[in-house]
């Protein structure tokens, strides 16, 4: 579904990915992580057309979208929740959601997802008339998560969903995120929480100052010494 190549990005003099290659399959999981500053969210910045790389592809579905900008991107079913979750203040919860389904024109498909959503969280639905700005960090980040829904993604970047949220509340962002993925969509997931990332992962990648050090499935990372050592405080 997602294959990037080469992949080099530049802010002025600082190389900031360097020859990054990775690849995500339909029905995956693809977990990415690294320290603060490694350049994890310019990857995916990069990826959704935030940021212009200095060279390589990416290839999503087989078409290279590397000049492809980052609003006709949801379009294509390619969906990104921001790091910090980037609701909408001085709108309503059910205003954020509409936000996210602003470029689909069928209005009963939309009308169903709303209602998916509002089975799915709860919360959402009794405080759909309230700012979103009133929400906890949890509940925010639900509705970063579900306003991205609202748009259809076939592939759903997910960066940092986990930030700033009690260790009760990150089990349960990681349990709706591996149900997103058995319902149908794919994902790739930029996290700190490597444990998490990681156990829920099909691939994964560590990138460490711009570069791909170590890939393998969710379980060889966890059980790599050099990954233990340096994320998993082993």
């Keep these: 579904m997602l294959k990037v190549e080469n992949l080099n990005v ?17 029905g995956q999981i693809v977990s990415l992580i690294g320290s603060n500053g490694a350049g994890k969210t310019t990857l995916l910045r990069t990826i959704s057309g935030l940021i212009k790389a200095t060279s390589g592809s990416v290839l ?3 078409e290279n979208i590397a000049s492809v900008s980052a609003q006709v991107l949801p379009t294509k079913g390619l969906v990104q929740v921001p790091e910090g979750r980037r ?20 209005k009963n498909g939309i009308k169903e997802d709303l209602e998916k959503v509002y089975k799915r969280f709860e919360i959402l639905a009794s405080r759909k008339n309230q700012d979103a700005a009133t929400l906890s960090g949890g509940e925010q980040q639900m509705l970063a998560i579900s306003r991205a829904l ?14 700033g949220l009690a260790p009760l509340l990150v089990k349960e962002i990681f349990n709706i995120i591996k149900e997103i993925n058995e ?4 994902i790739l997931l930029v996290e700190q929480n490597a444990m998490q990332a990681l156990k829920i992962a099909d691939k994964a990648y560590v990138l ?19 990954v233990q050592k340096v994320y998993l405080g082993g």
């Design 87 to 106: 609701i909408f203040a001085g709108l309503t919860v059910y205003e954020n959601l509409m936000m996210g389904a602003y470029l689909r024109k069928d």
């Design 10 to 26: 530049h802010y002025g003099v600082i190389h900031a990915l360097k020859d990054v290659n990775i690849e995500v399959e339909e």
């Design 60 to 62: 999503y579905l087989g």
């Design 208 to 226: 460490e100052t711009g570069s791909i050090v170590l890939q393998g499935t969710g379980q060889e990372l966890l059980s790599s010494p050099d």
């Design 150 to 163: 609202m748009a259809k993604p076939k592939l759903l970047l997910l960066d940092e969903p986990s930030m």
């Design 183 to 186: 319902q149908g969509t794919t």
